[in-house]
């Protein structure tokens, strides 16, 4: 796709009001317009037919699958599962997992509470959390590991830290992981989407992300991928009619649960959601993650050296190669963060108060000309 294509199809895509300065992926995303139209076309046709097509619907969330295995190079469809949310599928994982008393989870202290209250809720059957240190420290995978010993059965981390932006090196990490035997598990929802997340060449044995931010779908509807040689082992705390190995026979009196992660869907998926995700997703498709990521980079970078450049600013995340993706914090030396979002809000730049300063999170399709007029305001305010 070379330029021409590219700027016509992020203005054909992207329609956004034209005093909104939108940066705020990292939290939750605007639809592109073929997700708009697809979400449309849903409502029409359940307000006019109801359920009559239900048999395609059934098709769309089957290619859905297809899509989250390709994004996230997992051998196989069966590996996936659709949840709520990130937190359901850590729930799933932390509450699920074969643990014994004296054993510890690896964590780092920077994490979203998706990611750590999970880990902190198995405190009652004896086990413990360790977190990590990541700001300063030069080889923050290094860190990770240094915290294992021989009690450690997992390392949970955020392929992006929401907060302040460090990209962990996934590949290293897996490969520590194991090295030291222990269970790899990756909250990749700051991430899937704008770069990539390969579970088989990072050795994730967990991952889990919403659709709702860089991934540009609608809340209420995330990816869990649990690789096959630990489905075996976990315990389910949540059963249904759509788990079961055999889920179409309604009349069965017997039954165990699926050999594929539907083992983890209880009941009746978020059809308007998939229907959603599925579109934004075609869109990722077309795209490409290599071409999204470099142009994410690109964005960040722009912001750096525009932070850098200006007295009156303060860059705290990590732009150091190989350490930043999509989100950038910043500090106004004189002004205080929180009176500075608000400010911000109130002129349509739509941010975050996150780390201690303002995050800016654009999207690959996000103009120069957005990026300029939000650093324009942050001083004039």
């Known amino acids: 796709m070379d330029n021409r294509e590219m700027n016509a199809l992020i203005q054909s895509e992207f329609q956004l009001d034209k005093d909104i300065y939108y940066l705020n992926h990292a939290a939750v995303s605007p639809l592109p317009a073929r997700s708009g139209l697809a979400l449309k076309a849903f409502a029409d046709e359940n307000v006019h037919q109801g359920a009559l097509e239900y048999p395609n619907w059934m098709v769309i969330e089957s290619r859905l699958r297809q899509r989250l295995a390709n994004l996230t190079g997992s051998p196989s469809v069966d590996d996936i599962a659709l949840t709520k949310n990130t937190s359901e599928a850590l729930s799933f994982v932390a509450h699920g997992f074969p643990w014994k008393n004296g054993n510890n989870v690896v964590i780092s202290n920077e994490e979203f509470p998706s990611n750590r209250v999970v880990w902190q809720s198995l405190a009652a059957i004896g086990v413990t959390v360790r977190q990590v240190s990541l700001r300063d420290v030069k080889d923050p995978e290094q860190a990770l590991i240094d915290a294992c010993d021989s009690h450690t059965r997992l390392l949970s981390i955020s392929s992006v830290q929401y907060a302040s932006g460090l990209k962990m090196d996934l590949e290293k990490l897996g490969l520590l992981c194991k090295k030291h ?43 869990f991928y649990c690789s096959e040689k630990w489905r075996s082992l976990m315990r389910l705390h949540e059963f249904g009619w759509h788990m079961t190995d055999n889920y179409h026979d309604f009349d069965a009196t017997d039954w165990r649960p699926a050999d594929t992660a539907r083992c983890f869907e209880c009941g009746s998926p ?68 929180k009176t500075l979002y608000e400010s911000l809000m109130k002129h349509k730049v739509v941010c975050a108060h996150r780390g201690g300063g303002i995050r800016f999170s654009p999207h690959f399709y996000t103009s120069i000309d957005v990026l300029d007029k939000a650093i324009k305001l942050v001083h004039s305010i």
């Not at 990072?202 to 509807?221: P, S």
């Not at 722009?302 to 732009?319: C, H, K, M, R, V």
């Open 181 to 223: 035997n222990i269970a790899f598990c990756v909250d990749a929802i700051q991430g899937l989407g704008i770069m990539t997340h390969h579970v088989q060449e990072m050795n994730i044995d967990f991952l889990m992300a919403d659709g709702h931010k860089w991934m540009l779908g609608a809340e209420g509807l995330a990816v």
């Open 270 to 337: 978020n059809m308007l959601g998939t229907i959603v995700l599925d579109a934004s997703l075609s869109l990722i498709e077309e795209v490409t993650v290599s071409k999204i990521e470099s142009l994410v980079l690109e964005k960040s970078e722009y912001l750096f050296d525009q932070i850098n450049q200006s007295p009156a600013l303060e860059l705290i995340t990590n732009n150091g190669a190989g350490r930043y993706a999509g989100i950038v914090v910043f500090r106004h030396k004189q002004k205080e963060s």
